[in-house]
């Protein structure tokens, strides 16, 4: 699913003198429907790896292979289909639409893929569903709790049913009794869906 050969990432120094290299000689192999974890302390890298894996940024250097598709070599058009067809994405900061209501924004990523309203609403409430949050599907987020937000962010994720979840730090912003749970329901779900994820 995912081929990192000799990965670098750097980026310029203020005032354009030199470079920060973040990542060095990064180099794994992931194959489908694995789950995998990242560790290290913060500031080592972990987030600017999901980046370039998620299609976000580019490697300064080395080879990245999703899918079978050399990402490096993809245009801007290509890299944004890529992530809107085989990537979800759960961050920590769980980046819910305010306006929207939980099925909104679980049914963003289709609208972005022009699937009718019907068919949109059908699809996120089967995901929240899956979730357990069907029961919240017309609150928005400010009416929900932390736990409740990113189970709707997971449900964003997945609604594509990517062949790729990125979950960059998605336990960070919680307590620690919710933290617990949801780390139970993101295997879950992991199991549930057969796509491979990385956190």
């Known amino acids: 699913?995912?081929?990192?050969?000799?990965?670098?990432?750097?980026?310029?120094?203020?005032?354009?003198?030199?470079?920060?290299?973040?990542?060095?000689?990064?180099?794994?192999?992931?194959?489908?429907?694995?789950?995998?974890?990242?560790?290290?302390?913060?500031?080592?890298?972990?987030?600017?790896?999901?980046?370039?894996?998620?299609?976000?940024?580019?490697p300064t250097s080395g080879r990245y292979a999703l899918d079978g598709v050399e990402v490096p070599s993809l245009g801007v058009r290509a890299l944004s289909a890529l992530r809107r067809d085989k990537i979800g994405f759960v961050f920590q900061g769980f980046q819910l639409l305010q306006k929207l209501t939980a099925w909104e924004n679980v049914a963003f990523p289709l609208l972005l893929k022009g699937v009718e309203e019907?068919?949109?609403?059908?699809?996120?409430?089967?995901?929240?569903?899956?979730?357990?949050?069907?029961?919240?599907?017309?609150?928005?987020?400010?009416?929900?709790?932390?736990?409740?937000?990113?189970?709707?962010?997971?449900?964003?994720a997945i609604v594509n049913e990517p062949k790729l979840l990125l979950l960059d730090e998605p336990l960070g912003a919680l307590d620690a009794f919710t933290r617990m749970n949801m780390q139970d329901e993101i295997l879950r779900i992991w199991k549930e869906t057969g796509m491979t994820a990385i956190m």
């Open 1 to 58: 699913m995912i081929v990192m050969e000799n990965v670098c990432k750097s980026y310029p120094k203020s005032g354009g003198r030199g470079a920060i290299r973040v990542l060095d000689g990064v180099s794994f192999h992931i194959h489908p429907r694995e789950y995998a974890a990242f560790i290290g302390p913060s500031g080592s890298g972990k987030s600017t790896l999901l980046n370039l894996i998620g299609c976000l940024d580019l």
């Open 118 to 156: 019907p068919r949109r609403r059908e699809a996120a409430m089967e995901t929240l569903r899956r979730v357990g949050m069907a029961d919240r599907a017309e609150h928005r987020p400010c009416q929900l709790s932390g736990g409740q937000q990113q189970r709707i962010a997971i449900a964003r």
